[in-house]
């Protein structure tokens, strides 16, 4: 079957960086998305991996290794309106998405 | 900027009802997806739709159906609601060209069935 498992919450403190991790398993593979929702929101795109290796992109970062069937969002210099829940997606070969059940991320002073 | 829209912020209904929830989008895209949003277990799937007048079943489609009679406008019907229908509906959004395409999505319609 087609999954994708990441931690339900992850907890940080305000000015540190955290990583939250994301491991699939689908048929096919074009991709991994994460998308970032705040609470009572909708999701919104953050980033796209197809290629190994590590994209940044500002205070976020995102890995990802085919071989491993892993990704892994990287925040830097954590702000509290980063609090929310991490959804990573992966794109299988028809194209579809298939998603996690998503990470909170809760951040203390 | 890309904007989907949905009806409903919140819809309360009764079991039996049928309920419709609207969506719209204003950037052309070809691709418009319907979801359910549950705790503990992601984003799944109902339908979806690459053209007008066009749609696809995608993993829980049952109890649900969709109508796309405009490019711009995708609408999902719950034909008799019942409580297991509670949930949060997210509508979505991208591109129609077969490399990533990055889905947008609506503010979602939290829906209670009483």
């Known amino acids: 079957g087609q999954s994708l498992e990441q931690p339900s919450e992850v907890t940080a403190v305000e000015g540190a960086i955290v990583q939250i991790n994301c491991t699939y398993q689908t048929s096919g593979f074009n991709g991994l998305f994460w998308y970032q929702q705040h609470a009572g929101e909708a999701p919104t795109f953050l980033s796209y991996?197809?290629l190994d290796g590590l994209e940044e992109k500002g205070r976020f970062s995102s890995f990802l290794s085919r071989s491993k069937g892993y990704s892994y969002l990287l925040l830097k210099e954590l702000q509290m309106k980063d609090s929310a829940s991490y959804l990573c997606?992966?794109?299988?070969?028809?194209?579809?998405?298939?998603w996690g059940a998503g990470t909170k991320l809760i951040i203390k002073p | 900027d890309v904007k989907v829209t949905q009806s409903s912020r919140y819809l309360v209904k009764r079991t039996g009802e049928k309920v419709f929830l609207e969506c719209v989008q204003d950037?052309?895209?070809?691709?418009m997806f319907w979801y359910r949003q549950d705790p503990g277990l992601g984003l799944r799937l109902i339908y979806f739709?690459?053209?007008?007048?066009?749609?696809e079943k995608g993993d829980i489609p049952e109890g649900y159906s969709v109508s796309r009679e405009k490019k711009e406008r995708f609408s999902l019907i719950l034909e008799s609601a019942s409580t297991n229908q509670t949930s949060m509906y997210l509508c979505?959004?991208?591109?129609?060209?077969?490399?990533?395409?990055?889905?947008?999505f609506g503010p979602g319609t939290r829906l209670t069935v009483l």
């Open positions: 950037m052309d895209h070809e691709n």
């Open positions: 739709s690459y053209d007008v007048k066009m749609k």
């Open positions: 997606a992966s794109l299988d070969s028809n194209y579809q998405l298939i």
């Open positions: 991996n197809v």
């Open positions: 979505a959004s991208s591109s129609g060209t077969t490399d990533y395409n990055e889905q947008f």
